[in-house]
């Protein structure tokens, strides 16, 4: 058995820490957690293609749990809210229609979503792809894609997280990306560039860490194909075909996007980014004297140098953490 395949630290309870739910962990995986974790050849994988769709890590009866959490927060149930508005905030409201819903912070917000994003298994997973001790939240974001013909927010263009993480020092970042139901082309599933994270990127400025969605779509596609072209790459697309219960994770610098829904049904989903126990917030100045910022900022509390702390519990709890650091 592998160092990282060990057994490590699960979270079946919680405690209230000021306004949200810190974390306490007791071990370990069980045997049959431990036999849904990623193989070297997967590992390997990961490592070449910058994505990987794991073995079933939810239950049937824990995705259920998820989308009926989903319906209650849309019908407006929260455990808490956010003590200010972050200036980028991702926040549907009915009062947006029938777009594609994206709300970001749900895991805060919500203790039935929370709980089971949680689940110490999706960060074991994400531990062995990164090759990291310690894995947190970083930000989950509830999605919904309407199955809407021709609703233009369904599509979602080119583009890689790390843009939008220029405050994070790690480059080790990914996202697990859930779906409640199985998630097949025809419902807009997301889709990877096959090693795009291994390109050196060209022609990038300040304008790649705003959102795609304030992003023209050309742009990002011209911005993919010249990426490409400067790494003598292909741009081979892959469609995550996933299963109910199954997770599609991504390298926080491999390029995805995703299609029209044409199934005739919602595509919901959660898009859960995740860090490892290295990772902090960095300086990293843009062009105009200004420097990358990212929601979390306004929120999070100071480490003692005045910085934001991206290891707030309260908002970036630890999933998962390799025994060893527990003296174990």
């Known amino acids: 058995m592998s160092a990282m395949s060990e057994p490590g630290l699960r979270a079946p309870q919680s405690r209230t820490r ?8 007791e071990p370990a995986l069980t045997a049959e957690e431990q036999a849904l974790l990623p193989s070297d050849d997967d590992v390997r994988h990961y490592a070449e293609h910058g994505w990987y769709l794991s073995k079933k890590v ?5 995705v259920d749990a998820l989308a009926a959490a989903a319906q209650r927060y849309y019908d407006g149930e929260r455990d808490r809210r956010l003590p200010v508005r972050p200036p980028k905030l991702a926040y549907w409201e009915p009062s ?21 994003l949680r689940k110490p298994l999706v960060g074991a997973v994400a531990a062995r792809l990164a090759q990291a001790d310690e894995i947190r939240v970083f930000q989950s974001t509830l999605i919904y894609k309407p199955p809407i013909s021709g609703e233009p927010s369904n599509i979602v263009p080119w583009h890689f997280d790390k843009h939008y993480w220029a405050s994070s020092s790690s480059e080790k970042m990914l996202t697990a990306f859930i779906p409640f139901h199985d998630c097949g082309e ?3 599933t997301i889709t990877m560039v096959d090693g ?11 304008t790649v860490v705003r959102h795609f969605a304030d992003r023209d779509r050309s742009q990002l596609e011209e911005m993919l194909a010249e990426n490409a072209a400067y790494n003598g ?3 081979r697309k892959i469609p995550m075909v996933i299963p ?10 491999t390029y995805h996007g995703s299609g029209p829904n044409v199934s005739g049904r919602p595509r919901q989903a959660i898009s859960l980014h995740l860090q490892d126990g290295d990772n902090a917030w960095r300086e990293y100045p843009l062009s105009d004297g200004t420097l990358a910022a990212y929601n979390h900022d306004v929120l999070v509390r100071r480490t003692h140098e005045g910085r934001p702390d991206y290891a707030d ?3 970036c709890p630890v999933i998962w953490r390799h025994r060893a650091q527990q003296g174990g």
């Not at 000021?18 to 962990?25: D, L, N, R």
């Open 244 to 253: 109910k219960g199954h997770v599609s994770f991504h390298h926080c610098r």
């Open 18 to 25: 000021g306004t949200a739910t810190a974390i306490e962990f």
């Open 58 to 62: 939810f239950t049937d009866d824990e």
């Open 96 to 116: 947006s229609g029938p777009v594609q819903r994206h709300n970001d912070y749900v895991h805060h917000e919500h203790d039935g979503l929370g709980a089971i």
């Open 196 to 206: 795009s994270h291994r390109w050196k990127e060209i022609g990038a400025d300040d």
């Open 186 to 188: 025809e419902m807009g």
């Open 313 to 315: 519990p309260d908002y």
């Open 233 to 235: 790459a292909e741009i």
